[in-house]
């Protein structure tokens, strides 16, 4: 991992006014060292101050694993005893402490005994500091999404393939879980949401066998080198059901109203608007009941979030999903999902399978 992103969070540390940042397992400790560290009732704990250099508290039965990461390379590595009381230990390392910001995903059972062993410190999210950074991409971020959206699009030209009348969506989970995890490091989630199943956007697999004529809503999604991916296609068994093919040809007018209208400087709701209004003016407005998209890096879900109202101002290195979705209950779903990178002067899409309908033999 680069020493860049750890001074870049450090001097925004230093710009508000806080003392330091406190970071626990997960998408924030990833970004920052590439320690991919397990969620345990031992506490891991990145520390980044302002007047020392940062450092890095784990059990010290991971020690092995985050230097395997890399992580000690960035941040000095402190390994705690069975016996040890960490909480003192960070406490002990932080005299004085007047202000800190704690990472989104450091469990309360953590933060609340920081609280008690740091009477004097006042406790703030680190979302200021880690949310601005995370949500502009480098140009070596934006090659890693590339490289995953690449990989799911090599497992979505195999689903032809793995449908068919007879097989159930389980069935076919477990072959795209496979086939993910060939191309990519981790599956993330497989959705495979066939007939009415496919009206839920959510929807991941069950026991429903496929039938001829079924329209199957597949959405699927790995990491590849510590970046996500996520890609949604359509496809039929056969002859679409009555109506699918032109509710299809809404989505994909809607789609590429959404990825048209993704610049910087124009509004994560203005981009939201672009597809729903598409939809709505085709009647299926009730119908459309997500937001357009989500930003995605190291997280599957993160800013900018593409919803209606939201304000933020689309900046160039910002990578997001562009999914509108069309869902009549009992019937049948849609949705086209390709990740975007708003770019100097207007926008790339990552992935590149045609958004048409597939019509499986
Ligand atoms: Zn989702
Ligand atoms: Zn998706
Ligand atoms: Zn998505």
Redesign the pocket.
């Given at each position: 991992m680069d020493h860049d992103r750890l001074d870049r969070a450090r001097a925004a540390v230093a710009d508000a006014a806080l003392d330091a940042l406190l970071v626990g397992p997960g998408p924030d400790l990833r970004y920052l060292t590439g320690y991919h560290a397990p969620a345990l009732e031992r506490l891991t704990l990145l520390v980044v101050p302002v007047a020392q250099d940062p450092w890095l508290l784990v059990p010290a039965l991971e020690g092995a694993r985050a230097r395997a990461s890399g992580a000690d390379r960035i941040a000095e590595l402190i390994e705690w005893d069975e016996t040890d009381d960490p909480i003192a230990l960070v406490a002990d390392r932080l005299p004085g402490a007047g202000a800190l910001a704690v990472s989104d995903r450091l469990w309360s059972v953590f933060t609340l005994a920081l609280q008690s062993a740091l009477p004097g410190a006042r406790f703030h999210s680190g979302s200021i500091v880690l949310r601005p950074l995370r949500r502009i991409k480098s140009a070596d971020e934006i090659d890693a999404l590339a490289a995953a959206a690449d990989a799911i699009d090599r497992v979505h030209a195999d689903v032809p393939e793995l449908l068919s009348p007879g097989r159930t969506e389980t069935e076919i989970g477990r072959d795209l879980t496979e086939r993910i995890g060939e191309t990519h490091d981790e599956v993330n989630f497989v959705i495979v949401g066939s007939g009415p199943n496919g009206a839920s956007p959510h929807h991941e697999t069950g026991s429903r066998v496929l039938q001829a004529g079924d329209a199957v809503v597949v959405d699927i999604g790995g990491m590849l080198a510590g970046y996500c991916s996520?890609a949604t296609r359509n496809y039929v068994l056969g002859s679409p059901p009555p109506g699918y093919g032109a509710l299809h040809g809404v989505l994909e007018q809607a789609h590429r109203a959404a990825v048209e209208a993704v610049r910087p400087g124009v509004r994560a709701g203005d981009v939201d608007e672009a597809a729903r209004s598409v939809i709505r003016d085709a009647g299926y407005g009730a119908a459309f009941i997500h937001r357009t998209g989500?930003g995605i890096g190291v997280e599957e879900h993160e800013e900018p979030w593409i919803v209606a109202g939201n304000d933020q101002v689309i900046e160039a290195g910002m990578a997001f999903?562009i999914?509108p979705g069309i869902y009549l209950p009992e019937r049948y779903g849609a949705r086209i999902?390709d990740i975007v990178v708003a770019t100097d002067d207007g926008v790339r899409i990552l992935n590149q399978r045609p958004r048409t309908l597939t019509i499986c033999a």
């Open positions: 996520d989500h999903s999914e999902e």
